[in-house]
């Protein structure tokens, strides 16, 4: 766990309640993996007072990219933070995603901000020339991010939405089994941002017996397996244990899992 | 050129290199690879109680202006976890070790003193007595003077190690509960663990915490502590370690300045992985501006 002052490069809004800011890394000698994240603090005050913790969306070169909603008084205060000016961030936090090198195919089920998550799997995937279908669900189409990169990482994508009365449980179960899996071998799945998506992935994974891998998110304290506030249940054989989402976590094997 | 500065204190016996620790449950193994524990006065894992158990609802953790509120419950390995795993990992490191000791009767509290008084490598024992005491009907045994006493003489018994009392600031008069572990044979005082606190989402109007109310730490606290340690040190001989709050060195010295032999840093590290020995850093630099060359001067030095 270390320290970082980074140079933020940009920090802008790209819809109604989603900001992008990109941060050089060129000097941080690490390397981040898809699934890790950072825990930000969102400005020198004592309130908000905690860090928060940013799943990396992008991950390249020189830079690290994150797409974070602004929900509350902290990730309002980060929208505040000017291109040029430093961002005090601790990481990358965390087991990231594994990807099978020899898959040929991968479904990303992705909502809201889940996708901030799965874009950097679907990014790591072209690298490794996996083939991604991607389930992007979200409020409304303006709530929709990252589908442009998701399709330049040639990923194919499918949209729903509550406001086109698409994204219902069922008719991802019906996209996913009919419209992907009836004509493709799906490899493993990956998963973030709802639960009831998370509970089909779940479902469908055991189902067709294929892995799958999830991004839990979980309020936290420390972000450093201090203080056991992120706590989550996990299936082992027969019993379940507790384990922390920021080290033990945030990506666990979907199977194991005990969704609430 | 600089001059040579002691830092040593002496709690109950227990001689540290310099009088900052972590506070219980803030601080892991995994905070190796951000922080040189051999720096640190002492080594505070958190609390273990005799079997596992697994902590409170979620959410566990909320913000509030200047501080969180946490109802973690003690999530816990259990003593045989502990002893084989956790001290091992601060083992190597040259921080004496202070257990902290949570249990839910008083016969549990002696019965896990005793398991951990007799590992060589467990230096002291921190009584979290301000947890709940699930036979007083969730009452903290740190609530009730008599209980106090009663409780840390039976520990007394069972251990020669130093022990400290962690008291709780949820009460009417703390000057009475510190004279109640000083006779019950403590050998130090831990002021404070953390203030019962509540807060609520406005717009869900539920609250935020899920256990509903839970431990207040943080900046905003720290005022009260430092009045706490003032009072106690009043009626108190024992050496006081202060808890709660302690952003920077400056924070630190106040407390010592207001009679806290020691002190523990908590909340600061989630901020600041490095907050335990940036603050002894700046604890040197207050020394080598005011030409202090013993930190023990500055114990209880207020000038009222």
Known sequence: MQRHQANVLSNKQVSNRYWHMVVDISELNIDVDPGQFFQVRCADTYFPFLRRPLSVYRINEDTI?????????????????????????????????????????????????????????????????????????????????????????????????????????ENVKRIIKEDICATTVIDAIYTCGSRRLSKLSQSIANELHIPGEIALEEHMGCGMGACFSCVCDIREGDTTKSVRVCTEGPVFPLHKVVME | MTSRKNMQVIIGGLTLNNPIMPASGAFGPEMEQALDFNRLGAIVPKSITKFPQPGNAKPRVCETNGGMINSIGIQSKGIEYFLAHTIPAFDKFQAPIIASVSAESLEEFVDVSATLANHKSIRGLELN??????????????????????????????????????????????????VAAEKGGADGLNVANTMLAMAIDVDTRRPLIGNVMGGFSGPAVKPIIVRMIYQVAQVSSLPIIGCGGVMSGRDAIEMMIAGASAVQVGTASFINPTALTDILAEIEEYMEQNEITEIEELIGSIII
Not at chain 1, 129 to 154: N, P, T, W
Not at chain 2, 137 to 158: H, N, P, Y
């Open chain 2, 129 to 178: 007595i301000s947890c709940p005491n699930l036979k007083g009907d969730g009452k903290a045994f740190g609530m009730d003077a008599a209980i106090t006493r009663e409780l840390i003489s039976q520990v007394r018994t069972v251990t020669t190690k130093p022990i400290i009392a962690k008291l709780t600031p949820n009460v009417t008069s703390i000057q009475e509960i510190a």
């Open chain 1, 65 to 169: 990219e994150f797409l974070y909603l602004v929900k509350g008084q902290g990730t309002s205060a980060m929208t505040k933070i000017q291109a040029g000016q430093s961002l005090d961030m601790m990481g990358p936090v965390g087991e990231g995603f594994s990807l099978d090198p020899s898959a040929g195919n991968i479904l990303l089920v992705a909502r809201g901000v889940g996708v901030a998550t799965l874009a950097a799997v679907a990014q790591a995937a072209c690298r490794q020339q996996v083939k991604c279908y991607a389930i992007m669900s979200a409020r409304s189409r303006d709530d929709l991010l990252a589908i442009e990169f998701l399709e330049d990482y040639g990923a194919e994508v499918f949209i729903v939405t509550e406001e086109e009365g698409t994204s219902d449980v």
